[in-house]
């Protein structure tokens, strides 16, 4: 005979197994779970450990049997129902296979006796309204509703909602079909039903279709691999198939838009467009955030930025702009740094440096005027941003020295920092924060509460020689000024901060060979530069546009990875 433990305080039913070491809890379940051998078992229970085993009492048993009626009753009971599952699960697989073996007898052909349909893109369908057109695209949503099915599809150019009912939804590529799937459909465009929605007001009753390449379902289905729960580590190595969605699409069209709307306006200034080379053996912004490479055994870099070569077209060509990658080896995480960026830099020659934030005004304005005059970048700028306002001329203008009293004024404060440019702690382990004095750089922290509290774009002006790049041009000293400033501007917006960083340069040549000593910068690598000073100098300044920090003012966009293509930070160059 076997003896079975039951401790009230410390065993379990879930757990345990009747023995002295893991007894159960209740005599009840002791009962059910021992029900087959019940004759030649001996019952021994205890309330708690500070309690002896013991028999229990004849009520004690009679109650625990009913307990275990009880549960067997519940077990046959949850059996039934699994069988009963399975059994439907089975019927309802052979039904579907049985549909899927029907479903292959039904071949469609398109209707050769019917007008041939032009083919279109979803974006230009309105005025294909009433006749029959073909499109192709990718399966952007499906709804099966009763046997008629839905597909929103996507081409690139914009959405339609497609219809396939009767015989076109009985195909078994209709009843397999998934989304992401590339498929070509064909059929009648008619304005939706009253009352229904549906992008650019109509839908297509799809007369034949075929699958051109059909998405996996199941485990690999599109969106198993993703979708808006995704870990953002999972998202940045799926940023090819996050292209696809609507907002990472439309940020990207918006893109496309603004940079040919950035040329027309340029263009409109008589500025002509340049292609200088990313691989150069110069630096402009400081040799801290320069990526080296080895070019044949000599050192190269990955350009900073094009603005050397565009001072070298002045002469040539006029006024010029250039759309081009730079590089920045920053090891900054925030969301407004990239490691790759695209640079839109212009240079104008015989202007002064009122001139040149006019000019830069004159872009913006432009720019963005020429994206709300047309309708289908307004609605777009209007899906992505809704409270968009196109900023008010003119822009303020503060001089960096007003803007460190304003920061003061303000009770912006900045962190301390010691000789290596670590933050300072007070006693209880806090960063200590301090006012700002003339001569701080302004940190990013500040200059983003600065342009929240304005609340449009401001330039920021004049900024000390010491905080800024070799080739900006001095401004006169004036009486009292404890330091030498320069005629340089950082254009700030809104939710983003600098999104433009500007100046003259010095075009006197010695004054440039003195500001190369300065910063301990061989000038022999620079001859070309220099030369420009040499044959036919002028004044002549220019600027560096952030395109991925102006996109996201536009569009409202939380970081600037959102607004790049393949977006590359400290870490990732995937995919
Ligand atoms: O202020 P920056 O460094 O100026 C220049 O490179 C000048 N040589 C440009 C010129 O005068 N031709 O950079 C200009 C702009 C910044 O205002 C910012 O919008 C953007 O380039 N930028 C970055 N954008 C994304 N990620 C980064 N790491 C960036 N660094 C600068």
Same mark, same amino acid.
Request: net charge negative; hydrophobic share 35%.
């Given at each position: 005979?076997?003896?079975?433990?039951?401790?009230?305080?410390?065993?379990?039913?879930?757990?345990?197994?009747?023995?002295?070491?893991?007894?159960?809890?209740?005599?009840?379940?002791?009962?059910?779970?021992?029900?087959?051998?019940?004759?030649?078992?001996?019952?021994?229970?205890?309330?708690?450990?500070?309690?002896?085993?013991?028999?229990?009492?004849?009520?004690?048993?009679?109650?625990?049997?009913?307990?275990?009626?009880?549960?067997?009753?519940?077990?046959?009971?949850?059996?039934?129902?699994?069988?009963?599952?399975?059994?439907?699960?089975?019927?309802?697989?052979?039904?579907?296979?049985?549909?899927?073996?029907?479903?292959?007898?039904?071949?469609?052909?398109?209707?050769?006796?019917?007008?041939?349909?032009?083919?279109?893109?979803?974006?230009?369908?309105?005025?294909?309204?009433?006749?029959?057109?073909?499109?192709?695209?990718?399966?952007?949503?499906?709804?099966?509703?009763?046997?008629?099915?839905? $597909?929103?599809?996507?081409?690139?150019?914009?959405?339609?909602?497609?219809?396939?009912?009767?015989?076109?939804?009985?195909?078994?590529?209709?009843?397999?079909?998934?989304?992401?799937?590339?498929?070509?459909?064909?059929?009648?465009?008619?304005?939706?039903?009253?009352?229904?929605?549906?992008?650019?007001?109509?839908?297509?009753?799809?007369?034949?279709?075929?699958? $051109?390449?059909?998405?996996?379902?199941?485990?690999?289905?599109?969106?198993?691999?993703?979708?808006?729960?995704?870990?953002?580590?999972?998202?940045?190595?799926?940023?090819?198939?996050?292209?696809?969605?609507?907002?990472?699409?439309?940020?990207?069209?918006?893109?496309?838009?603004?940079?040919?709307?950035?040329?027309?306006?340029?263009?409109?200034?008589?500025?002509?467009?340049?292609?200088?080379?990313?691989?150069?053996?110069?630096?402009?912004?400081?040799?801290?955030?320069?990526?080296?490479?080895?070019?044949?055994?000599?050192?190269?870099?990955?350009?900073?930025?094009?603005?050397?070569?565009?001072?070298?077209?002045?002469?040539?060509?006029?006024?010029?702009?250039?759309?081009?990658?730079?590089?920045?080896?920053?090891?900054?995480?925030?969301?407004?740094?990239?490691?790759?960026?695209?640079?839109?830099?212009?240079?104008?020659?015989?202007?002064?440096?009122?001139?040149?934030?006019?000019?830069?005004?004159?872009?913006?304005?432009?720019?963005?005027?020429?994206?709300?005059?047309?309708?289908?970048?307004?609605?777009?700028?209007?899906?992505?941003?809704?409270?968009?306002?196109?900023?008010?001329?003119?822009?303020?203008?503060?001089?960096?020295?007003?803007?460190?009293?304003?920061?003061?004024?303000?009770?912006?404060?900045?962190?301390?920092?010691?000789?290596?440019?670590?933050?300072?702690?007070?006693?209880?382990?806090?960063?200590?924060?301090?006012?700002?004095?003339?001569?701080?750089?302004?940190?990013?922290?500040?200059?983003?509460?600065?342009?929240? $509290?304005?609340?449009?774009?401001?330039?920021?002006?004049?900024?000390?020689?010491?905080?800024?790049?070799?080739?900006?041009?001095?401004?006169?000293?004036?009486?009292?000024?404890?330091?030498?400033?320069?005629?340089?501007?950082?254009?700030?917006?809104?939710?983003?901060?600098?999104?433009?960083?500007?100046?003259?340069?010095?075009?006197?040549?010695?004054?440039?060979?003195?500001?190369?000593?300065?910063?301990? $910068?061989?000038?022999?690598?620079?001859?070309?530069?220099?030369?420009?000073?040499?044959?036919?100098?002028?004044?002549?300044?220019?600027?560096?546009?952030?395109?991925?920090?102006?996109?996201?003012?536009?569009?409202?966009?939380?970081?600037?990875?959102?607004?790049?293509?393949?977006?590359?930070?400290?870490?990732?160059?995937?995919?």
């Amino acid at each position: 005979m076997s003896t079975i433990y039951i401790d009230e305080a410390t065993g379990s039913d879930t757990s345990g197994t009747g023995t002295q070491l893991t007894p159960y809890q209740t005599l009840g379940h002791a009962l059910y779970a021992n029900a087959a051998s019940s004759d030649g078992v001996k019952y021994l229970i205890r309330k708690d450990a500070t309690a002896e085993y013991d028999e229990p009492t004849q009520s004690a048993l009679k109650k625990a049997k009913k307990t275990a009626d009880g549960l067997e009753k519940k077990k046959k009971k949850a059996e039934e129902l699994a069988e009963k599952e399975a059994k439907e699960k089975a019927e309802l697989r052979e039904k579907r296979e049985k549909l899927l073996e029907e479903s292959k007898k039904i071949v469609l052909e398109e209707d050769q006796t019917l007008p041939k349909p032009p083919r279109a893109k979803t974006s230009q369908l309105v005025e294909h309204r009433g006749q029959r057109v073909r499109v192709f695209g990718w399966v952007h949503r499906l709804r099966d509703q009763k046997g008629i099915i839905f $597909i929103v599809l996507r081409d690139g150019t914009g959405y339609l909602q497609s219809v396939l009912s009767g015989r076109v939804a009985q195909t078994y590529e209709a009843l397999t079909l998934t989304i992401e799937s590339t498929v070509e459909l064909v059929g009648t465009l008619q304005p939706v039903p009253d009352g229904k929605t549906a992008p650019g007001g109509h839908e297509l009753i799809v007369d034949y279709w075929r699958v $051109i390449g059909a998405a996996p379902g199941a485990d690999d289905a599109f969106t198993n691999r993703l979708n808006e729960k995704s870990d953002p580590s999972i998202q940045a190595d799926l940023r090819h198939l996050v292209l696809r969605g609507e907002n990472a699409s439309g940020v990207l069209r918006l893109r496309s838009y603004l940079l040919s709307a950035f040329r027309e306006a340029l263009i409109s200034h008589n500025l002509l467009e340049v292609t200088p080379p990313c691989l150069v053996q110069t630096q402009v912004e400081g040799g801290a955030t320069l990526f080296k490479l080895d070019y044949y055994g000599q050192p190269t870099f990955l350009t900073q930025s094009s603005q050397l070569y565009l001072e070298t077209c002045l002469p040539s060509l006029g006024d010029v702009f250039c759309v081009q990658e730079s590089f920045r080896a920053e090891n900054s995480h925030t969301r407004r740094h990239l490691s790759e960026y695209t640079h839109l830099e212009a240079e104008l020659a015989f202007i002064n440096f009122n001139e040149l934030m006019t000019h830069i005004e004159d872009i913006i304005c432009e720019t963005v005027d020429i994206l709300l005059t047309n309708p289908t970048t307004a609605a777009l700028i209007k899906a992505l941003n809704p409270s968009f306002e196109p900023p008010t001329r003119p822009f303020t203008r503060i001089s960096y020295v007003d803007a460190i009293n304003w920061l003061n004024e303000h009770g912006i404060k900045h962190p301390e920092e010691d000789a290596d440019g670590n933050p300072v702690k007070d006693e209880t382990g806090q960063v200590k924060m301090v006012e700002h004095k003339v001569g701080d750089d302004i940190a990013e922290a500040a200059e983003r509460q600065m342009t929240d $509290i304005i609340g449009k774009p401001v330039f920021l002006y004049g900024f000390p020689a010491e905080l800024k790049a070799f080739y900006m041009q001095r401004m006169p000293k004036k009486e009292g000024d404890s330091m030498t400033y320069t005629e340089s501007c950082d254009l700030l917006m809104p939710n983003v901060g600098e999104i433009v960083g500007g100046s003259m340069r010095i075009s006197d040549e010695e004054e440039l060979l003195a500001a190369y000593k300065k910063e301990g $910068i061989d000038s022999a690598p620079y001859y070309w530069y220099t030369d420009q000073r040499k044959y036919g100098t002028t004044e002549h300044g220019g600027y560096g546009l952030g395109v991925e920090r102006f996109l996201a003012w536009l569009a409202n966009r939380y970081t600037v990875r959102e607004c790049s293509l393949y977006p590359r930070w400290p870490g990732r160059a995937t995919p």
